[in-house]
T-cell receptor
């Protein structure tokens, strides 16, 4: 079974530029998560989707970050405009999922973003 | 929100040694996972263990939910075990996000 796929693996941009990340979850997983991991810390949730609906985006900086999950499968996370403090690894995770039940989450390889 | 504390923050082992990593959490949990983050940044699932004991090869884990802690045991450590070990929990009604500890950085030397 294929794992969670993410692209690109690395991205370097200048501040105020925009960037987009892509995630393809494990086949059949209804729930998709985006986490941000700053160097030296544990990952923190940015947004959670259940199928193509948003379940939790309370920690997403909505003035610059946006995410969508069209058709309930692939997802994209966008940052516009980027700031220096956005330098981090962006991790996508998925889990089989029904509302009201917690399941094991599986993570992709991440996208390492450097903002200069 | 829930607090997750991991200890020790850093651990250096000689190859072949055993170790115990601890995770304390401040509230009841619906989910607890242990991960190994390898030097390339990939989070590898080790255990899904909201309660009880599980074993997988040289690794085993125990969660005592009533006392709000979990332990990860690594036996006969190998250099490939090096990396950061994270404990992460899901807590609260209607919540599904994993809250991570700060991790334990393990270095296994030959």
């Amino acid at each position: 079974e294929a794992g969670v796929a993410q692209s690109p693996r690395y991205k370097i941009i200048e501040k105020r530029q925009s960037v987009a990340f892509w995630c393809n979850p494990i086949s059949g997983h209804a729930t998709l998560y985006w986490y941000q991991q700053i160097l030296g810390q544990g990952p923190k949730l940015l947004i959670q989707f259940q199928n193509n609906g948003v379940v939790d985006d309370s920690q997403l900086p909505k003035d610059r970050f946006s995410a969508e999950r069209l058709k309930g499968v692939d997802s994209t996370l966008k940052i516009q405009p980027a700031k220096l403090e956005d330098s981090a690894v962006y991790l996508c995770a998925s889990s089989p999922g029904l509302a009201g039940v917690t399941y094991e989450q599986y993570f992709g390889p991440g996208t390492r973003l450097t903002v200069t | 929100g829930i607090q997750v504390e991991q200890s020790p923050p850093d651990l250096i082992l000689q190859e072949g040694a055993n170790s115990t990593l601890r995770c304390n959490f401040s509230d009841s949990v619906n989910n607890l996972q242990w991960f190994h983050q390898n030097p390339w940044g990939q989070l590898i699932n080790l255990f899904y263990i909201p309660s009880g004991t599980k074993q997988n090869g040289r690794l085993s884990a125990t969660t005592v939910a009533t006392e709000r802690y979990s332990l990860l045991y690594i036996s006969s450590s190998q250099t490939t075990d090096s990396g950061v070990y994270f404990c992460a929990v899901v807590s609260g009604a209607g919540s599904y996000q994993l809250t991570f500890g700060k991790g334990t950085k393990l270095s296994v030397i030959p």
